[in-house]
């Protein structure tokens, strides 16, 4: 059998990956009395007189809901909010697995914007974090800036995640390369990972871009925080002025970052790159170039999506130790400033003198890395403000 029918086989045996657990027995009338009726008055009270007490007294203390509407399922498309389970699914074990994170897969019948921001108001009580997942672009960006107001982290993994291992690798390929903030960066794929990537870049320091889409080139120029704001506008505005292709918009750049489809650089584009390449070739299943023709083209570092190659840009890397560290200090948000941190940790995990062109960015089962996203999410949402605690 090969993996797709090995991975089927398995969630037929196991008819679902997660379940709940009991923290305590209900073995006699005792037992009853304290955990349900009559006893659960109590801390029933206690939340309505001072609602943070349901950190003290529930699950919300350490629990995330995972909410997708099924829209835009990686390597899938638009599958809808029942087929999108089995991969909600897979993130609530990986929470759980990765950084002891409890989390219920919530999976919509829905792709209307408004219903879904008022479902997940409504919901929002049971929980201490929110996990937006698989919804595609534009209408990411508008669910996300609409819930920010919950009073709870509300997290979009496909963007943020993949940005801040994205910046994590490129701070250690460039440091690895002897590159700077000066060179020229290429995103292909414009959806909601490529802006998210292209916007992190950007308050990191980095500042020469060519951004394209299906349509070819769409932006060429400089962008600066000022621009981060309109970045989506612009780029939806530009979508109707092709000025080239992408073989001839990547001669002459020094990083390649595509989120895009797989298959679509040859290795002379590669080759008419700058000397000593970094390409991030991120399309699943199958990325941009294959790791063998990326070898051939004399590519300075490769990174994939993939776990059967080196630097794979993975977003468990991120996500659990981002919402356990956001838990712990009970944020409010999440902010360009602990996202920073959270790359930058994942970055000085891999040390200067381990640096190679096959490691700028570490294994998803580093035991340092929840630590370390953690701890820099903690630190530096204690510094901004962002937590309750």
Do not use: W
């Not at 919901?123 to 209408?139: Q, T």
């Amino acid at each position: 059998m090969d993996i797709y029918e090995k991975s089927l086989a398995l969630h037929k045996k196991l008819k679902g990956k997660i379940s709940t657990e009991l923290k305590a027995e209900i073995k006699d009338k005792d037992d009853l009395s304290l955990l349900y009726s009559p006893g659960v008055a109590s801390p029933c009270l206690e939340i309505k007189n001072n609602p943070d007490m349901a950190y003290e007294y529930t699950i919300k203390n350490n629990t995330v809901a995972i909410i997708s509407d099924g829209s835009a399922v990686l390597g899938l498309g638009n599958i809808g909010g029942l087929a999108s389970i089995p991969v909600m699914e897979g993130k609530a074990a990986l929470l759980k697995s990765f950084a002891g994170i409890n989390s219920f897969p919530i999976c919509l019948d829905t792709q209307d914007d408004e219903e879904i921001i008022r479902t997940i108001r409504n919901i929002a009580p049971v929980f201490g974090g929110i996990n937006l997942e698989d919804i595609n672009a534009p209408r990411c960006f508008y669910i996300e800036e609409s819930l920010q107001d919950l009073g709870i982290p509300v997290y979009h993994d496909d963007q943020h995640g993949t940005a801040i291992v994205v910046l994590a690798g490129l701070i250690n390929a460039t440091k690895l390369l002897n590159k700077n903030k000066d060179i020229t960066i290429l995103v292909n794929g414009l959806g909601s990972a490529g802006i998210a990537i292209t916007k992190l870049l950007v308050e990191y320091g980095f500042h020469k871009f060519k951004l394209c889409d299906k349509v070819g080139l769409i932006y060429s120029g400089e962008l600066h925080k000022n621009d981060l704001p309109t970045l989506v506008s612009k780029i939806e505005n530009s979508k109707n002025n092709k000025i080239d292709s992408l073989e001839n918009a990547i001669c002459n750049t020094d990083v390649f970052i595509g989120v895009s489809a797989a298959d679509i650089l040859s290795i002379d584009m590669v080759k008419s790159m700058n000397d000593k390449p970094i390409v991030f070739a991120l399309a699943n299943p199958n990325p941009e170039i294959s790791y063998e023709n990326a070898l051939q083209a004399n590519v300075g570092v490769f990174a994939t999506g993939r776990s059967d190659y080196p630097n794979q840009v993975n977003n468990v890397l991120v996500f659990p130790g981002l919402f356990k560290g956001a838990l712990a200090i009970r944020a409010k948000a999440l902010n360009k400033e602990m996202m920073l941190a959270a790359a930058n940790a994942l970055a000085n995990i891999v040390k200067d003198d381990e640096l190679t062109n096959n490691y700028v960015i570490p294994s998803p089962f580093n035991d340092k890395v929840c630590d370390a996203v953690t701890n820099a999410i903690k630190k530096e949402g204690i510094k901004t403000g962002v937590n309750q605690i």
